[in-house]
């Protein structure tokens, strides 16, 4: 498929895209207050940090960080919208496009990663977002030179990471994740599958981070109102792909052996975060707000040295049929 280039030299475009983000941030905080329940009752409410980044400093822009600590359900669940600018594009967001290098840019997105009390009810990561780059972007392009306007993309995606695997848990969530690909072609969730095993594996662990969902980066060939659209039925996608598990798990009993094992999967997490993952790279190398950026850290994680599951364990099933690539419908 030819690629097309997408444009972006609108403020109306750039009111609309803002709109719709901030929008599903909303949308997603609230629907997860009302699954921790009444406060009377233990269930957390998500705190608002509005921050801005003023002129004269290398990142500008505003956002919203929303995070909610110590809940009923939820641990801790981070959910954040930011739209910056910036003179200089980093390489870690230019990995397909190095002619940008060093462009110009604006980024604005969503990201979320919430992580559950109970070990039964997984983790997930979620995040749509869309960068322009190039002259029109933050000002002149990388050579001071004016140009044809920006280039625009999208990325994002959704992944789940159990700490005890259910397989009809995995099939819900790779459903959800497929149907919201479906209304734009039909290779798109193999595709975007694929994309997403690759990029969720922890290479220095050689171990895959969770059952996976889908993946998608440096993405126009729709161009850019189909692309858009595509972006916003993956985020539109994420309730119903998500919250039916909680619900289905929140209330499983579980014991000290279940959550020692929730706190050493949560280190395979981090690594993976501060080691492998382009946003961290993208928001630290550009000079972002390192709160907002390290809102998907959970809030306790352990480590143990050369740690092996006893064979036939719940533990090793993880492993065994959950951490590898296959096909779940």
């Not at 901030?22 to 705190?47: H, V």
């Not at 126009?220 to 916003?232: I, N, R, V």
């Amino acid at each position: 498929m030819t690629t097309q280039k997408p444009t972006f030299n609108t403020a109306d475009t750039v009111a609309r895209v803002r709109g719709y983000l901030e929008g599903l941030q909303a949308r997603i905080t609230s629907a997860l207050e009302d699954i921790e329940g009444p406060q009377s009752q233990g269930g957390a409410r998500f705190r608002s940090d509005a921050w801005r980044r003023e002129s004269g400093s290398a990142l500008q822009g505003d956002g919203i960080t929303r995070i909610l600590e110590g809940g009923r359900v939820f641990e801790r669940a981070g959910c954040g919208f930011s739209h910056v600018s910036g003179p200089r594009l980093q390489p870690s967001a230019t990995q397909h496009r190095p002619e940008l290098a060093g462009a110009p840019f604006e980024a604005m997105g969503v990201s979320l990663v919430f992580h559950p009390r109970n070990p039964y009810v997984p983790t997930v990561h979620m995040n749509v977002r869309m960068i322009a780059a190039g002259t029109g972007a933050a000002g002149t392009d990388a050579a001071g030179q004016a140009g044809q306007g920006p280039i625009c993309w999208f990325g994002g995606g959704m992944d789940l990471t159990p700490y005890y695997g259910f397989d009809e848990d995995a099939v819900h969530f790779h459903r959800a994740c497929r149907d919201a690909l479906a209304p734009f072609g039909e290779g798109l969730y193999p595709r975007f599958k694929t994309w997403c095993d690759e990029y969720f594996y922890l290479k220095h662990r050689n171990e895959q981070r969770g059952v996976g969902g889908i993946f998608f980066d440096d993405f126009a060939e729709l161009g850019f109102e189909q692309s858009l659209a595509m972006t916003q039925s993956v985020g539109d996608a994420f309730l119903g792909a998500y919250l039916p598990i909680v619900q289905r798990r929140m209330h499983m009993g579980h014991g000290e052996r279940e959550r020692e094992f929730q706190l050493y999967r949560r280190g395979r997490y981090v690594e993976f975060n501060l080691v492998w993952d382009r946003g961290t790279h993208f928001g630290l190398q550009s000079g972002g707000r390192t709160e907002s950026i390290l809102l998907s850290m959970p809030p306790l994680a352990a480590w143990s040295y050369q740690r092996e599951p006893q064979p036939g364990s719940p533990e090793a099933l993880l492993t065994e049929r959950f951490l590898q690539r296959r096909d779940w419908i």
